[in-house]
């Protein structure tokens, strides 16, 4: 089966660094994105990842493990505009995204 | 980077008319689209795949003659929903995958379209 597994929701204070998990069960794998979606809006991209490892991108870093299933977004230096739904998008057969409910994160002065 | 637009942003129509969504790749081309549905609080669910001069390929439990694709360019394709009901209230958004962005395929998204059935 096909499974995306993230927490509810965090909460974060303005400055500081967040680490979102997310685990996957996929039937097929091409990689793996991450999204961030803003109350009322469609997805933005922020990352992607094939090869396990880290993928640094400014203040947003992610990091995945095919073996485990397992990877994660990396937040540093948070501000107030970083308040939003994160999500986890395995490609699976066809290069469908599968998406699961998301991480909304919340930050506070 | 790679735009997407749609059109309309917002739909208000009753109950049993039919209404067209468009979505456009602006400054690349895309062989395939994607169209998603999002309820509040809940995740995107993929709807079908369009491709560009097929027929799309429509998820388990979507019903085709309801939910009608048409990809007929390699930056626009169509979703009409017919005879919406109020169930069909919904957050529909639509992806366009750009293959010459390399070997990372991303989905881009479009800003979204919000249909609210009478």
């Known amino acids: 089966g096909q499974n995306i597994d993230q927490p509810t929701e965090m909460t974060a204070t303005e400055g500081a660094i967040v680490q979102i998990n997310c685990t996957y069960q996929?039937?097929?794998?091409?990689?793996l994105f991450w999204y961030q979606q803003h109350a009322g809006e469609a997805p933005t991209f922020l990352s992607y990842?094939?090869?396990?490892g880290l993928e640094e991108k400014g203040r947003f870093s992610s990091f995945l493990s095919r073996s485990k299933g397992y990877s994660y977004l990396l937040l540093k230096e948070l501000q107030m505009k970083d308040s939003a739904s994160y999500l986890c998008?395995?490609?699976?057969?066809?290069?469908?995204?599968?998406f699961g409910a998301g991480t909304r994160l919340a930050v506070h002065p | 980077g790679a735009v997407v637009s749609q059109h309309p942003s917002w739909v208000i129509c009753k109950s049993g008319t039919s209404v067209k969504i468009e979505c456009r790749s602006l400054?690349?081309?895309?062989?395939?689209m994607f169209w998603y549905r999002q309820f509040p609080k809940q995740s995107l669910m993929l709807m079908a795949t369009?491709?560009?001069?097929?027929?799309?390929?429509?998820e388990q439990g979507v019903e085709k003659d309801k939910f009608l694709i048409n990809h007929a360019s390699l930056t626009l394709s169509t979703l009409t929903v017919t005879s919406a009901h109020p169930e069909d209230s919904s957050f529909y958004i639509c992806?366009?995958?750009?293959?010459?962005?390399?070997?990372?395929?991303?989905?881009?998204f479009g800003p979204g379209t919000r249909l609210l059935v009478l």
């Open positions: 400054d690349f081309q895309a062989t395939t």
């Open positions: 369009s491709n560009e001069g097929s027929k799309a390929t429509y």
């Open positions: 992806s366009a995958r750009d293959t010459s962005s390399g070997p990372v395929e991303t989905q881009y």
């Open positions: 996929t039937s097929g794998f091409n990689g």
């Open positions: 998008a395995p490609s699976g057969g066809y290069n469908k995204l599968i």
């Open positions: 990842n094939v090869l396990d």
